[in-house]
């Protein structure tokens, strides 16, 4: 079995505080990669050909963008294409993201936003709005992926919240899953879609797609 896709932590430092995040670290500043870190996975990524696509997470990456910068020019004797997952804070400057998206168009292929209504504590939803703008004009994928537990806000509410850019962009919702903080929530709270004593419950960060 191989993999054509791969996800890379870049870092677990983030600028919020989600209390529903899958990481129990109780703590948003964590470990970033060094760049000797990073020359060894890219390396490796170099070495392993089958991988056409970098997924890069967090944390929340663009709190990096020149890591994130140094990921996209590595030298993979290849083309890769790129997706980052982030909660778009950076669409506040629309003249730096509007520099970026320009600048990387032809490799980023995916942007996955992180809304809801533990985001939206930290996150201003304009910002979001403004990279989907961006990503239209630059022929950019772009999509909104929220959690969400039985009391509290619905999917339909970021729908609302978004209006027309719903029509713009990607939704997908799913609950959220009782691990790392998200353990302090009253169990009558969660969307039981899964049965905890059959399955693994972990935080996925990315689905990986395999070539048999």
Same mark, same amino acid.
């Given at each position: 079995m191989e993999y054509n896709h791969i996800a890379l932590l870049l870092t677990e430092d983030c600028n919020a505080r989600c209390k529903m995040c899958c990481d129990s670290r109780g703590t948003v500043k964590g470990h970033t990669l060094t760049i000797d870190e990073l020359n060894t996975i890219l390396r490796n990524i170099k070495d392993y050909t089958? *991988?056409?696509? *970098? %997924?890069i997470t967090g944390g929340e990456p663009m709190l990096y963008p020149e890591l994130v910068e140094y990921i996209f020019n =590595?030298? =993979? %004797?290849?083309?890769?294409d790129f997706t980052i997952k982030t909660n778009g804070f950076? %669409?506040?400057?629309? =003249?730096?993201?509007?520099?970026f998206l320009n600048k990387y168009k032809d490799i980023i292929i995916n942007i996955s936003f992180s809304y809801d209504e533990f985001h939206k504590e930290f996150i201003n939803l304009d910002n979001i709005k403004n990279i989907i703008d961006l990503c239209i004009t630059y022929k950019i994928n772009t999509d909104i992926v929220g959690c969400f537990l039985n009391d509290g806000m619905k999917p339909g509410d970021v729908l609302d919240e978004l209006g027309n850019h719903a029509y713009l962009t990607k939704f997908l919702y799913q609950p959220v899953v009782n691990t790392g903080s998200a353990k302090k929530f009253d169990d009558s709270s969660f969307i039981k879609l899964l049965d905890t004593n059959k399955h693994e419950i972990k935080c996925l960060f990315t689905v990986l797609k395999t070539i048999h």
């Open positions: 089958s *991988i056409e696509t *970098i %997924g =590595y030298d =993979y %004797g290849r083309k890769l950076w %669409g506040d400057n629309i =003249y730096s993201s509007s520099k």
